[in-house]
């Protein structure tokens, strides 16, 4: 399985910006797929996930993005993206697209519900 991010860049605060994860290997409508950030001297922290298409297709946002954040699936693409509008500096950090093999029904907002990890796109908001 192989994830590549895509988008990131510099933007000024109240800007928007657009991910974009493309996905092989998996058929990402079949999957849980997730969000995570990690910024400089910070742990990995969730961002929103959304639950696989036969489980209904639910999203969940981490309470600092809820509301500027969008996360949406591309079935014939195969790719899931990150709408991200109103920046704040403290987005700034590098954003990973995760897949994960189970569907848990919890909330799946921590990283070990995941199994595969794009490499990362790095997102700097400034003023």
């Known amino acids: 399985v192989q994830l590549q991010a895509s988008g990131g860049g510099s933007v000024q605060t109240g800007r928007s910006l657009r991910l974009s994860c493309a996905a092989s290997?998996?058929?990402?409508?079949?999957?849980?797929v997730a969000w995570f950030r990690q910024a400089p001297g910070k742990e990995r922290e969730f961002v929103t996930y959304m639950r696989r298409s036969g489980s209904g297709g639910g999203t969940g946002y981490a309470d600092s993005v809820k509301g500027r954040f969008t996360i949406s699936r591309d079935s014939a693409k195969n790719t899931v993206s990150l709408q991200m509008s109103s920046l704040k500096f403290e987005d700034t950090a590098v954003y990973y697209c995760?897949?994960?093999?189970?569907?848990?029904?919890?909330?799946?907002?921590?990283?070990?519900?995941?199994?595969?990890w794009g490499q990362g796109t790095q997102v700097t908001v400034s003023s």
């Open positions: 995760a897949v994960a093999e189970r569907n848990i029904a919890r909330p799946m907002t921590r990283a070990d519900d995941y199994d595969y």
């Open positions: 290997g998996r058929t990402l409508t079949r999957h849980a």
